[in-house]
C-alpha cells in the first residue's frame, strides 16, 4: 500500500473509532493509539515518509500534515461534546437557557404568624384553633360580656343574615376576637394550660392606613395553679424581643375587658429616643367568672390572657406604613419579603 493510501486508512480509522467513543476514557485511549508520542500509528507512518521518493515527498507531507490535523480536531471536538454530560447522555442539552417561571412566596403576614408560632413554641405554647363564624356564647357570653354590653352592638359586629347558617343555633358572627378560642380550649381541656390561637378577627371599621375591617389576633393563654400577672409580662417581654429585638420594652396601662380582671392595654417601645409607645393589644388575669363559665375552680386555678395585634408587629419590624398594603396584592409589595 502506498503511503497516501495508508494516510488515507489512518484517517478513515481514526475519525471512525473518535466518533465511537463512549466516555473521555475510551477517548483518550484513542487518542494514545493513534496520535501518541510513542506507540501512536501516526509515529509508524511518520517513520515511513523517508521512503517516500523525492518527487513524491511535498505530496505526501502536505497530506502527512492535513490527516494529523483533521484528526487532532476531532478529538478535541469529541472531547468537548463529552465534556457536556447530559448531550451525551441522551440529546438534552442542559447548558441550553431555560425558561423562567415565577416562583411565589408566602405572604408577610403568614411568615411572620409562622414566626409567632415558632417563638411561642420554645415558651411551650401549643397552636390551637377555632371558627372564624362563631355563635354569640363564644364570642360574648362565656367571656363575660352581658347582653346589654355595648360591645354586643350589631354595628359594631358583622352579624350574618344567612338563614341557613343561623337556623336553630341563634345569631352568629364574624368572630370580633381570638379570645373565642379560649373558650373553645377550655371546655375541652383540664389545666395546665398554655396555648396561643392566631387568626383572622373582623370589625366593621372605617378603613384607614392603621385600620382594616379585618385583621388578625395572636391570643394566648396559660392556665395552672399559681400562674401570675409577673409570668404574662415576662411572657410578652420575652416574645416582643424574640420577634423584634432586645431592645423592646413593654409597658402595661390599667383597662377593662370583660373577661380580665386586673386588665391591661399593652405597649411597647424601642428604647430609641423620640420612639413613641406603641399599643399592641389587650391583656390580663382571666376573669374568674370566665373560669367558672367553663368549669374550672377560680379558687383553685388562675391564669392570664392575651391578645395581641398580629399586623401591628409586622409593621413596625418592616417598617410598613399603610395597613392596606396586606391586602391589595400588589406584587411589588409583596416580592419584598
Ligand atoms: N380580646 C381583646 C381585644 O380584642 C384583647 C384581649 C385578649 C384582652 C385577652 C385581654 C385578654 O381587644
Redesign the pocket.
Known amino acids: 500500500m502506498d503511503l497516501i493510501s495508508q494516510l488515507d486508512e489512518f484517517e478513515r480509522a481514526a475519525l471512525a473509532e473518535i466518533a465511537g467513543a463512549a466516555d473521555s476514557t475510551a477517548l483518550e485511549a484513542v487518542r494514545v493509539r493513534y496520535l501518541g508520542a510513542r506507540q501512536g500509528r501516526l509515529k509508524d507512518l511518520q517513520g515511513s515518509l523517508g521512503q517516500a521518493t523525492k518527487a513524491e515527498k511535498p505530496v505526501v507531507g502536505k497530506r502527512f500534515n492535513d490527516v494529523k490535523n483533521a484528526v487532532t480536531a476531532a478529538l478535541d471536538e469529541r472531547k468537548r461534546t463529552l465534556s457536556r454530560p447530559a448531550v451525551a447522555a441522551g440529546g438534552l442539552d442542559v447548558t441550553l437557557p431555560g425558561t423562567p417561571f415565577e416562583v411565589g412566596r408566602r405572604h408577610p403576614l403568614m411568615q411572620t404568624i409562622d414566626e409567632f408560632k415558632d417563638i411561642m413554641g420554645r415558651f411551650g405554647f401549643t397552636a390551637a384553633d377555632g371558627p372564624e363564624i362563631e355563635d354569640e356564647y363564644h364570642n360574648f357570653e362565656a367571656l363575660n360580656i352581658p347582653l346589654d354590653h355595648p360591645a354586643r352592638d350589631p354595628l359594631d359586629n358583622f352579624y350574618l343574615a344567612t338563614a341557613s347558617l343561623t337556623a336553630g343555633t341563634g345569631p352568629r358572627l364574624l368572630r370580633s376576637?381570638t379570645?373565642t378560642v379560649q373558650i373553645r380550649v377550655m371546655e375541652q381541656q383540664r389545666p395546665p394550660i398554655r396555648i396561643i390561637s392566631v387568626g383572622r378577627v373582623y370589625r366593621p371599621d372605617t378603613i384607614d392606613a392603621t385600620h382594616s375591617c379585618m385583621f388578625h389576633?395572636m391570643?394566648g393563654l396559660m392556665v395552672g395553679e399559681t400562674v401570675t400577672m409577673a409570668e404574662l409580662k415576662t411572657v410578652l417581654r420575652l416574645f416582643a424581643r424574640a420577634y423584634l429585638g432586645h431592645d423592646v420594652h413593654i409597658r402595661f396601662r390599667p383597662s377593662f375587658?370583660p373577661?380580665?380582671e386586673p386588665?391591661v392595654e399593652v405597649d411597647m417601645s424601642w428604647n430609641e429616643p423620640g420612639k413613641p409607645w406603641l399599643e399592641i393589644?389587650?391583656?390580663?388575669m382571666v376573669d374568674p367568672n370566665v373560669l367558672s363559665a367553663v368549669g374550672y375552680d377560680p379558687d383553685r386555678v388562675s391564669g392570664f390572657?392575651?391578645?395581641l395585634g398580629v399586623e401591628r408587629f409586622c409593621m413596625r419590624r418592616y417598617g410598613i406604613r399603610d395597613i392596606r398594603l396586606f391586602t391589595n396584592n400588589d406584587v411589588r409589595f409583596l416580592r419584598q419579603f
Not at 393589644?281 to 390580663?284: I, K, N, Q, R, V
Open positions: 376576637q379570645s389576633q391570643e375587658f373577661f380580665t386588665s393589644g389587650g391583656a390580663g390572657a392575651f391578645g
